[in-house]
């Protein structure tokens, strides 16, 4: 891998899977511990929309996706708090009406139909300097609002109604989530893209929370899971000649089963020491 630093190609695409990862890290430990991996999943697939009016309007697809992602996550996070035992079935209506959406824009845009698979599937060695500073600010976003209601969003991850009596804003701090889910998916998109962002937001840090009981250890752990992913996938697909955020998935989502299988041998462990007479 050393030798593959050599190129600005591979350098943008290490600077933005590091800068991925700290989204990762806080974002993805809070939906794992709120259990929101599906509303999640709705928002990421819903950005394509974004995508699409992005080119149709001829501006930054990226910026569409930004505007997009977040109208579409606060529509979500409403119909989740206002209309709980319908909410999977509006959210997945929501989420085919984005991704719709986006590609009907781009059909009707004018001119040449851009090549969309990288958005959909992730284009890490393509990213180009100037996304660095648009994940970088983001990621700035992310970590400014986590560490000003950090105990206002753990509260309301935990135990909703012991928050109430508290006095936390709960429905606020539940849109405020969703909000920053929209960030962390536009970051993703173009290093594993829309189809696999909820893998690489979700298994580091189901991984951490699975290991680390305390939630600030548990985001680090996330974040460090998710780089070490990002370094072990980039690898590999540049030396097997192997799709970069594929490649990445496959990496993570075997870290993930190799945590469930040692989870379950500490389990078989313990109950054997428990069952055994002592001397």
């Given at each position: 891998?050393?030798?593959?630093?050599?190129?600005?190609?591979?350098?943008?695409a290490l600077w933005a899977g590091l800068l991925v990862s700290v989204a990762c890290g806080i974002v993805g430990t809070l939906v794992v511990l709120r259990r929101i991996v599906f509303l999640s999943g709705g928002i990421a697939h819903a950005a394509y929309g974004g995508i699409g009016l992005g080119f149709y309007l001829g501006i930054d697809?990226?910026?569409g996706a930004v505007g997009f992602s977040l109208?579409?996550?606060?529509?979500?996070?409403?119909?989740e708090l206002r209309a709980r035992q319908r909410a999977d079935t509006v959210i997945g209506v929501l989420w085919a009406?984005?991704?719709?959406?986006g590609i009907v824009l781009i059909d009707v845009t004018p001119g040449y139909k851009p090549d969309l698979m990288s958005y959909l599937f992730g284009s890490i060695l393509a990213v180009p300097p100037s996304?660095?500073?648009?994940m970088l600010a983001l990621n700035a976003v992310i970590l400014l609002f986590v560490v000003l209601f950090f105990k206002e969003l753990v509260a309301s991850s935990f135990d909703e109604g012991y928050a109430l009596t508290r006095g936390v804003p709960v429905q606020a701090m539940h849109l405020a989530m969703v909000a920053l889910i929209a960030?962390?998916?536009?970051?993703?998109?173009?290093?594993?893209?829309?189809?696999?962002?909820?893998?690489?937001l979700t298994m580091p840090a189901a991984i951490a929370v699975d290991w680390v009981k305390d939630v600030k250890m548990a985001m680090v752990a996330a974040g460090s899971l998710s780089a070490l992913f990002?370094?072990?996938?980039?690898?590999l697909s540049?030396?097997?000649?192997?799709t970069s955020g594929a490649t990445i998935i496959l990496v993570a989502g075997t870290g993930y089963l190799v945590s469930l299988g040692a989870l379950r041998l500490r389990g078989r462990v313990r109950s054997a020491q428990s069952e055994s007479p002592a001397p």
């Open positions: 891998m050393i030798e593959a630093l050599q190129f600005e190609f591979f350098r943008n697809p990226l910026l109208i579409s996550a606060l529509a979500m996070g409403l119909v009406l984005g991704m719709a959406t996304y660095l500073w648009l960030l962390a998916v536009v970051m993703m998109m173009r290093v594993v893209g829309l189809i696999m962002v909820i893998a690489l990002v370094i072990i996938g980039l690898a540049f030396h097997l000649n192997l």
